[in-house]
């Protein structure tokens, strides 16, 4: 798969055929449209799709079976072929021409058998009521439901307080500019334009993204925020020519409630994290603020600048702040402060050394949530270090709520760890149907155990 298949669109369906059919379910992502009626498809549904084996000019379809799942993708069988499966279909059922059975007689559309089953069949209203007796079909409301989900509460002009890529210890104010299948292209309202009016600087991120608050925030909690720069005009961009309007709490989603009360993190307690600029690394760390609402800033032992620009802020709640001994305990590489070797390294003499504690384990939220992913599982994936980009990616570890993911054709370095529940992991599909742009594999696998040529490893906040 080249580049070339960004412009086709990507075919899953033959990718999922060579790579073993194996793709996390829909029902697997809260966040995603018809992952509540996922529970009403499964193989032996029976639906009618447009026949695209037929010469005449007009729209015409037939009756299919639904013979493989994956994603959001089935394997259809026209109705006549049996157990040939010369002719199966992939396709979308999110965005595809297909409908519940009773569909084209209540509209009006044609049912034509394909040509090459037509001759076989002599009585076709017997074969089908036969075949069709105790069938099930798609829920009646399948359209509905999907175009429902779509919709979201943030629109263009909408103002917001996200993370600041250029200092990930503080957030920016930003202004919605467009909104794809629930993410969100932001533009800094002080990001400033180039010549030709190109945004500079924008950040995207999904609507449910902890990284995204509502106008008042970071006051209220005491998190640090970039003064806006009120010298950088951006009245000439569409996004700000309307007037703009704060976005309020209600518009997010809410984080579980932590007591702050005898017990909870406090200042040089030592944890285990997810580094945010290097999703696949999780360090030794500790806690350096504690903020309000249950939030916390963290900062990653000995390679912290010291001006606490580059301290993250995690909610009590985050699936990226671990206890003590987590890495140990699941068999993961801990990274460990410049000057310590794995051989040697223990948290008890760590603690002892630097005369600190391990922040108590009963404040993490390790729930083991049963997600129903495995490894192995195909999905689609926002690069969180380039959020833009959604990528075709494979889970490669589960640990607990953790997933480790690899993004398909890319050296495990980009490997990111990410919660199962995170906004930004969708079903095989899910671009198709909101119309989001995929990132295919860049090439094939790279052999087990062998480096390919050299890709840039990503120095960049985000
Ligand atoms: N500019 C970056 C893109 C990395 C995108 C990787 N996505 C999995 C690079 O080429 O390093």
Same mark, same amino acid.
């Given at each position: ?15 999922? *055929? ?66 040939? /499966? ?26 034509? #058998? ?8 002599? /009585? ?77 600087? @924008? ?7 902890? +990284? ?6 970071? *006051? ?12 950088? &005009? ?20 809410? +984080? ?18 997810? @580094? ?54 699941? &068999? ?79 050296? #495990? ?31 094939? *696998? ?17």
């Amino acid at each position: 798969f080249g580049q070339d298949a960004t412009l086709a669109g990507f075919d899953w369906g033959n990718y999922l *055929e060579k790579s073993g059919l194996l793709a996390a379910p829909v029902s697997c992502f809260r966040h995603v449209p018809l992952c509540a009626q996922w529970d009403d498809i499964y193989v032996g549904l029976k639906v009618e799709v447009l026949n695209t084996h037929t010469a005449l000019p007009s729209k015409v379809y037939w009756i299919a079976t639904v013979v493989q799942l994956t994603g959001y993708m089935a394997l259809l069988r026209y109705e006549g072929f049996e157990d040939d /499966d010369s002719h199966d279909l992939w396709c979308n059922l999110g965005t595809a021409d297909v409908h519940p059975i009773g569909w084209c007689a209540v509209n009006s559309k044609l049912l034509v #058998p394909p040509q090459e089953v037509h001759q076989h069949i002599k /009585d076709w209203k017997s074969y089908l009521m036969e075949r069709l007796v105790g069938a099930h079909t798609l829920p009646v409301d399948f359209h509905v439901k999907m175009a429902d989900s779509l919709r979201c509460p943030l629109r263009q002009g909408v103002r917001v307080e996200v993370v600041d890529r250029s200092q990930v210890s503080r957030t920016r104010l930003a202004v919605v500019d467009t909104v794809i299948g629930g993410r969100l292209r932001l533009l800094y309202e002080d990001g400033g334009l180039g010549p030709s009016g190109e945004v500079l600087s @924008d950040f995207w991120c999904h609507m449910q993204s902890p +990284l995204l608050h509502p106008v008042g925030w970071s *006051e209220r909690v005491g998190h640090s925020i970039k003064e806006t720069d009120t010298s950088v &005009n951006m009245s000439s961009h569409p996004a700000f020519r309307k007037v703009l309007q704060n976005s309020v709490p209600d518009q997010f989603k809410k +984080l579980r409630t932590v007591y702050m009360g005898d017990t909870f993190f406090e200042e040089g307690m030592k944890l285990e994290a997810i @580094d945010p600029l290097n999703l696949g690394n999780i360090c030794v760390a500790s806690v350096r603020k504690v903020l309000l609402d249950g939030y916390i800033m963290v900062g990653i032992d000995g390679v912290e600048i010291g001006d606490g620009s580059d301290w993250f802020c995690y909610h009590a709640s985050s699936h990226a702040i671990l206890p003590v001994g987590y890495c140990e305990n699941n &068999n993961i590489p801990l990274t460990l402060p410049p000057g310590y070797d794995h051989a040697t390294f223990s948290w008890t003499k760590y603690l002892e050394e630097t005369g600190t504690v391990a922040a108590p384990r009963r404040l993490f939220n390790t729930d083991d949530v049963g997600h129903g992913l495995t490894s192995g599982m195909k999905l689609e994936a926002v690069d969180l270090m380039e959020p833009r980009l959604v990528c075709v990616a494979t889970v490669r570890r589960c640990v607990g709520r953790l997933l480790l993911l690899h993004f398909d054709g890319w050296e #495990p370095e980009f490997d990111q760890w990410v919660d199962c529940q995170s906004p930004e992991i969708y079903p095989v599909g899910w671009c198709e149907i909101t119309s989001y742009q995929l990132q295919p594999p860049i090439g094939p *696998e790279p052999p087990q155990g062998q480096e390919r040529l050299h890709t840039s490893k990503k120095a960049k906040p985000f």
